[in-house]
Nanobody
């Protein structure tokens, strides 16, 4: 079992920054890949970024160059640094754990093993 709790969401103006955190507990955090997804109102959940247990990262084209995913295995915490935010980044952001082998590439929500409950990010224009 893995428990995931997101934090750090909020309201920010376009061009601003936010850092999301995801605290994990349960299985050895350093052993599995972690992923951020987001879901905007009326839209499907979409892949944002992933980081493997060997620290390789992969980003959706829509956030590449603006968002940075990282992890602190000593603190069992995943991060998403979001810069140059745009109104279209408004969504509920979810962290998820992928316990099977992962090296790189986008992931489908159906591939995830555990989910957090999400944190809302609102970007005003």
């Amino acid at each position: 079992q893995v428990q995931l709790v997101e934090s750090g969401g909020g309201l920010v103006q376009a061009g601003g920054s936010l850092r999301l955190s995801c605290a994990a507990s349960g299985r050895t955090f350093s052993s599995y890949a972690m992923v951020w997804f987001r879901q905007a109102p009326g839209k499907e959940r979409e892949f944002v970024a992933a980081i493997s247990n060997s620290l390789s990262t992969y980003y959706a084209d829509s956030v590449k160059g603006r968002f940075t995913i990282s992890r602190d295995n000593a603190k069992n915490t995943l991060y998403l640094q979001m810069n140059s935010l745009k109104p279209e980044d408004t969504a509920v952001y979810y962290c998820a754990a992928h316990l099977r082998y992962y090296s790189s590439g986008p992931l489908d929500p159906r591939d995830m093993d555990y989910w957090g409950k999400g944190t809302l990010v609102t970007v005003s224009s």
